[in-house]
């Protein structure tokens, strides 16, 4: 028994993928703005490049919200953009504290373990986008 490729369920595997992606940035993002402060102030820098660098880094947040939602607009219908949203930020929040506490945990144990950790997650977050892209894009052009 196949599954029925429709619209509707290259939209929803769409959020997912998203949602893991999301995961693997999430746990970078978290850990490095946990340490990056302290680890600036630590080397000696002053106020103003730590304020600098720690603002340039919040940045990220507003533009990746931004973008997540512009894309999901993009691939489900007006009728059930409102149940994309929430299972979307569901995904997200769900996703967001998990790479939390994950970050948190390997900060207590080991630094370098925390950086490689991040490093190995958002090489593999960006290669997996690049990975999904080309498929659910000709899958989407296919269904409309």
């Known amino acids: 028994m196949t599954a029925e490729r429709t619209p509707r369920s290259a939209a929803i595997r769409f959020i997912v993928y998203l949602g893991f992606v999301s995961l693997f940035a999430d746990m970078t993002y ?24 720690v603002a340039c880094w919040g940045l990220g947040p507003g533009m990746q919200d931004a973008s997540l939602r512009a894309g999901i607009a993009q691939v489900v219908s007006m009728h059930k953009r409102g149940s994309a949203f929430g299972l979307f930020n569901g995904a997200y929040g769900v996703m967001w504290f998990a790479g939390s506490v994950m970050m948190g945990l390997l900060y ?35 269904a409309s």
């Open 108 to 142: 207590g144990h080991s630094l370098a373990l925390l950086v490689g950790f991040g490093l190995i997650l958002q090489v593999a977050a960006a290669g997996w986008f690049f990975w999904l892209r080309r498929p659910l894009a000709a899958e989407i052009a296919a």
């Open 30 to 53: 978290e850990g490095a703005y946990s340490i990056t402060g302290p680890f600036l102030k630590g080397l000696g820098a002053s106020a103003v490049p730590v304020g600098f660098i």
